[in-house]
């Protein structure tokens, strides 16, 4: 196997779908991807986020407020699909609620590449899967410092597209990673019971040091969400989405060995 | 001990919580074959809760109904006020096994933060309590009292600020501090092992009822009655009823007369997926949780137990929507008839018990958990009274 080190970390760009956003999500896909993004992330509000820290629970709570549904999610879709790869974020709730196969097929459609959900334990995980087969879609599944090296391993053996680790004990936003040391033996055990499959760290990801921690961890990607969004604002401009991304995406170039 | 109700229950958390999730089952199931346990958790509860509590006959109130007998369950007797101790005592014991240094609990009414407070005293234990602040605000006389019994009060100022998103500020922190500290979960809701767990710990209100109906009667009750929220009591009176005779009734926060929603998941909602397990959720369209109305801060929460939803659904129990008028009637009929302060939570059961005497023969007997005294409430109801 090629040394991980020597390939370019991937960077996966969140916004949250909000029906007073609409329109903007071309033009914010085309700046994260001039930055150095490689993949999307669009959340679908939920009311009751218990993962997320108090900058995205604003994001989520004005987006209901606005009545953003899931129209919403799927015209945002179809607006950024063909510039990066697309997954969609949400909790377990509105997939259930609209018929996970009805759901499914419909995010699909629009040109998703797959979905994750925080809520969705690996233990409730196989209808979902078997639902994500059906339709096509990769779901991600989370793995947590939390998670000994036995979970790992599940985890990354049913895990689709790639293993989102949370980086740290806590909420998404503002906090510390646990450290490369921490984290490393974790990557390192997803690795080693799923080569092929990538592990993007996210949860505290905001600046150059953060994701160089993260390559340093041995992770082949990051995900950048509430950092982004605690600078955009109700409506945000594709000029923030490079001023944060770019410092990010050139971390995450090749580490000289 | 189940994870699912039929389809009902699960745990739907980050992946953060599992392993403690699973380290809280296999306490607890370790906990409940040790006599050294269950010694000390009967123990304190006679001692420090004044268990086991009567079974009361309503007289006035039956006469006030005229018909069926109306008994009421006096778990307002329990130490704190509430029927909440049984399962605080039950998880205290539980955390200090598992060698947790904090607790940490959301509460509506105040009554299970009361109670966790006292077991936080008691056993030695660092407690916060998060409350939302419109409960903190109708709940005054609670709040006051978690935080004399040494329990940090943590107001919740998200959502509509009440016992839904105490819930999720409870678990972001239990999510962030889960290596040192226990979520007390209150009501039978939850992930598992939380709703089956909570439930064995509250069903010594069931089979004291069963224990007390065969000694003074040499027979079940005809019907039990109990209020629903998130379902703890009510769970706790009728699952060592589930394969007896008993009918079983449970009855939900209707809000304000004409409130569409109120409260009341189980009779207005469908099944949705909320704050770690799959019951009726009262939810929109897109899936996002419906805000709730009930006079009641105990009641006022957009799910319920799991457990409910599979008796519900199998035809076991039957729910029903009591109205903020009605329940604030069946207070004044037991202060005035009974001598009783009840709590709004079970008011709303004591209506509905009153309805089902009329219609039944005089030699029925109905049991009404009673699941706590009203202390807390006079100013809401001094309010709504005036």
């Known amino acids: 196997m090629p040394s991980r080190d020597g390939r370019r970390g991937a960077l996966v760009a969140y916004c949250m779908v909000d029906r007073v956003r609409r329109g903007r999500y071309r033009a914010l896909a085309l700046a994260a991807r001039q930055a150095g993004a490689t993949h999307l992330e669009l959340g679908f509000p939920f009311s009751d986020p218990i993962a997320d820290g108090p900058v995205l629970q604003a994001r989520a709570d004005a987006a209901v407020r606005h009545g953003t549904d899931w129209r919403d999610l799927e015209a945002a879709i179809r607006d950024v699909a063909s510039i990066l790869p697309t997954y969609v974020m949400s909790y377990a709730n509105p997939f259930w609620r609209r018929g996970l196969d009805r759901a499914l097929a419909e995010i699909g459609r629009a040109g998703a590449r797959g979905f994750l959900v925080p809520d969705l334990s690996l233990e409730e995980s196989p209808p979902w899967r078997r639902a994500s087969r059906r339709a096509g879609l990769e779901l991600v599944l989370l793995a947590a410092p939390s998670s000994d090296r036995r979970r790992v391993a599940a985890l990354a053996r049913q895990s689709a597209g790639f293993l989102y680790l949370v980086s740290r004990y806590g909420t998404t936003g503002a906090g510390r990673t646990a450290g490369a040391a921490a984290l490393a033996p974790i990557v390192r055990a997803a690795h080693e019971a799923r080569p092929d499959l990538p592990v993007y760290l996210g949860f505290g990801i905001r600046d150059a040091a953060s994701a160089r921690s993260a390559r340093r961890a041995g992770a082949d990607g990051v995900v950048v969400a509430t950092a982004l969004e605690e600078r955009f604002g109700e409506l945000p401009r594709p000029a923030t989405v490079g001023r944060i991304l770019r410092p990010i995406a050139r971390a995450l170039r090749p580490v000289a060995t | 001990m189940p994870r699912r109700f039929g389809a009902y229950g699960g745990a739907y958390v980050p992946e953060t919580l599992v392993p403690a999730l699973s380290e809280l089952e296999r306490a607890w199931r370790a906990a409940r074959r040790d006599p050294a346990f269950r010694r000390e958790l009967a123990e304190r509860a006679r001692s420090f809760g004044g268990r086991p509590t009567p079974l009361h006959f309503a007289e006035r109130l039956t006469a006030r109904a005229g018909g069926a007998e109306i008994w009421l369950k006096r778990e307002d007797l329990v130490h704190g006020g509430a029927h909440k101790f049984n399962n605080a005592l ?86 962030t501090n889960v290596r040192t500290t226990h979520y007390l979960l209150g009501s039978a809701v939850g992930p598992h092992p939380f709703p089956s767990m909570v439930a064995d710990f509250q069903s010594v209100i069931g089979r ?25 009591n009510a769970i706790g009176t009728f699952h060592p009823m589930r394969r007896t005779s008993v009918e079983l009734l449970g009855v939900e926060a209707g809000g304000p007369r004409g409130s569409t929603v109120g409260a009341a998941s189980l009779t207005r909602g469908r099944p949705g997926i909320l704050h770690g397990s799959y019951s009726y959720v009262l939810q929109d369209r897109s899936g996002e949780i419906a805000d709730t109305q009930s006079i009641s801060a105990g009641l006022d929460y957009a799910g319920v137990g799991p457990e409910h939803a599979y008796l519900r659904d199998a035809g076991r129990a039957r729910y029903i929507a009591v109205h903020d008028e009605d329940a604030l009637r069946a207070f004044r009929w037991l202060a005035e008839d009974e001598g009783i302060l009840p709590a709004l939570e079970p008011s709303h059961a004591i209506y509905a018990a009153v309805v089902e005497a009329r219609r039944r023969p005089k030699r029925q007997r109905i049991v009404v958990t009673l699941s706590g005294r009203g202390d807390k409430d006079l100013e809401v109801v001094g309010r709504a009274v005036a």
């Open chain 2, 90 to 175: 039950g998880q205290g014991l539980l955390a200090r096994r598992m060698g947790k240094p904090r607790l940490i609990a959301e509460t509506g009414a105040g009554q299970h933060g009361v109670a966790t407070a006292m077991i936080g005293a008691a056993l030695g234990f660092a407690t916060e309590v998060y409350m939302g602040e419109v409960d903190m605000e109708r709940q005054r006389p609670n709040v006051l009292r978690m935080e004399l019994l040494g329990a940090r009060v943590r107001p919740v100022r998200t959502g509509q600020r009440t016992l839904k998103d105490a819930i999720n500020e409870a678990l972001r922190d239990w999510i």
């Open chain 2, 208 to 232: 004291e009822i069963l224990r007390e109906a065969r000694r003074r009667w040499g027979r079940p009750p005809h019907l039990a009655v109990a209020c629903v929220g998130g379902g703890s």
